[in-house]
Structures are given as structure tokens and as C-alpha cells.
């Protein structure tokens, strides 16, 4: 068992005695600080890089000045020039070099730094900062500067592209590039930048001309990503590895559609919205519904009432609700909107809003089409009679009106009995059309 004396008050300083003391060590060791380190926010620091633009395995020149500034009043002998070679991808920062070296009298320094061999092209941050160190070893950042350098591929480096750079998932991509020696590989990687675990990998027989592959790019890849790929010889060591190239991956929108989407009063309309929750995503425990209305929308376009709400429980990650215009519902525009509800043992929150989708509704004015009723036409037959004419030299005809007869001659001898001639006797009136010849 552990025992602890707790000491009596005679053998303790009275607690503002102490709290006295011991503020008055914070003052000294404050004083000895500003004493000993000078203050940073007195410093202006400028910086030059060159060559710029560089290529990978170039070696840079990064010049300052102001290390200490004259200006200042401050004086010494420790003070060094920092430079950082960075470049930021898709919110990511990589320190590609590092230099430092010591100002000269006049607050001058010089630095060179190497840039790597697989640094990939892009324009660079050159971070410079001026740093003093005392003689007790304790430092200070006097001022910070920054330049840009542009860090470009040489005219025959092996190149790499990527088709396309953005779009939803799953998204898939084409990875083409150049120059990896027959047996070597070409490995191809494309990788989450706010979690490297999550990696598409790809592997390619170098040809010593252009390869490609494709990767598939899935839920899981949504956000930004790196792809990247390395040339490995046949002794597995890099023979070279091509720039990065950043793939955005996005999410399907939610889609609220409506249908019809002109209409007339009286008709039915069925709104459908998906992605309530997403199935293609990790699902948060509870349940999920669409809330829809229908509303109508004024002549100024501003709503002026609701017509009816309706909620869709949605269990597969659609959501689907019908609206019954009523027969006493105004012509004009209407417009269905949705909104996607999470509930977790508590009410229904709101996730997400959809895009609203905008209808006509008409009064129907037809009105109904007149049909005629034709009366039968009727028709006639008269009929003909012949009649042998007593002449056997000379057939005659009596004519009717509108009928041409053409028998006008016979012959004086005939070797046969002519055929007598036709007699026709005119049907009542009105009945002409129907008319038949018998002779």
C-alpha cells in the first residue's frame, strides 16, 4: 500500500507568495528569450531560383537576401538561408529537395539543390525562410518568401497520358505511354490521395514503344486520385517512371424525374427519384424515404400553394410517388419536388435536396367531334326493249338524251338478217345513273 504525508501549512508558502514567484520566473525567462532571439516579423526575405525552367535531375541555384535585413538592427553570425523544393497535387504537398546555406555579412546566401530524377513536371514552390540560431542553440524563423520554378520533362523523356481525367464512377480510364524496354513492365498504379490503401493496379509487358491498359475506377475512388507508373527492367530496378496524372472521380447526381410532364387536369403523374441512399455506397444505419410535393407555381414563377405532399419509404435506393391532379385544379405551371430524409431512431433529417422538375398542366378543352350520317343512295334499272323493224333495208333507233348510237347505217343487201336496232326507253328522272342496256 502506498502512503503519502501530506506536509502541514507551516512547512508550504502561502499561495499568493507563490503564485507570485512563480509568474515573476515566466517574466525573466521571457526577457532572457527577447533577448537572445530576435523577432521574426522584422524580416522581409527575397528569393531567386534558376535555371526556370529546370528538368528532373537538374541541379537548381535558389539565392536570397535579407538574412539578416539591415534594417532591422539585428546582428550576428548564425544565420542560415532554408529552402524547400515542394510541389502541391490535388491538395497534397510532396518536398521533392532540401538546402540550406549560411548568409553572408550582408544578409546575402546561395544554395543548390538537385532535383530528383522522377520529380514529376508541374510548377514547384521554392519555400525560403530565414532562420537564426544563438549561441545556447535555440532557433528562430526570421522571415519566409516563396518562388515558383517550372519543372519540365526533357524533349525525348518517356511520356504518359490518361483518358479521361474526370468523370463519375465507376469511371474507366486509359493509361498510355511510351519508351519501356522490351522484358521490362510497366507498373501502373492509381491511387486515392486521402487514403493510399485504396489502389487500382495494372501490369503491362514493355514493348519498347507505346503500351496501354485501362482501370476501372469504383465507389471506393471517389475523390482524387494519383495515377502512376514505373518502368522496371528485367533485374526489377526502375528503369524510369513517367509523371504522375490526377484523376477526379465524382458521384452520380440524384435524379428526380416526373412524367407526364404535360398534362391536363384529372390526370395522374408519378415522380420517381433515385439514389435515396445510394446503392452503390456504404449505407448509414436507419431508414431512408423521399419526401415529394407538387406544387403550383404562379404566373411570377413564385409558389403560391402546395397541392399535395406524399413520403415514399425507399428501401432499394428508388423512391416512387403518384399525384391525382383534381378536376378543379388550375391550368399553369406546376413543379414536383423531393428531398431525401434519414431517420436514426429520431424524426426524419433532410441528406440532400434534388433538382425540381417542372410541369404543364392544361384544362382540357376538346370538345366532341360531330359525325354525319349519310343516307343511302338509291338506284334505278331501266330496261330496254327491242323492237325488229318491218324493213329488212334500214335499222332504226330511237334516240334518248344523253346516249349516242352509232348504228346509223345498214347495209341495202344484207346476206343475214341485220340485227334490229335498240330502243331504249328513258328512265324515270333522277334515276339516271344506275341504268343497264339489254339488246
Known sequence: MWLMRVPTMNNQLPRPRLLARFGLVLVVAAAL???LLPAASS????VTVSPNPAQPGETITVAGAACPDAASGITGTNFTGVSNLRLTTNGSTT???TGEAAAAADGTWTLSMTV???????????TQSCR????SGLTATLGQASATVTIEPPADAPTMSVTPITGVRPLTITVSGSQCAVGSTVAVNATLNTDASVVEAASVPGTGDDWSTTLTLDADHVGNNTVSAVCVDGTGGTAHTYPNVSVAVTTPAPALTASPQTSVVGD????TADRCPDPELPQIGGDYRVQFTLTYTGADGQIDNVVVNGASTSTSGTAEATFVLPDNAPAGTYEVSAVCQLSELSPFNDQFTYTPVVLSVTTDTTEPTATATVAPTATAT???EATVAPSPTAAQATA???ISTNNSQASATPTSIPRPAATATPAPAGDRPGIDFTG
Open 43 to 46: 524580416q522581409s526575405v527575397a
Open 95 to 97: 518536398t521533392y529537395a
Open 268 to 271: 395522374t403523374i408519378t415522380a
Open 382 to 384: 331501266a330496261t330496254t
Open 400 to 402: 334518248v338524251p344523253g
Open 116 to 126: 530528383p530524377a522522377d520529380a514529376p513536371a508541374g510548377d514547384y514552390d521554392v
Open 33 to 35: 528569450c527577447a533577448l
Open 132 to 135: 537564426f540560431t544563438n549561441d
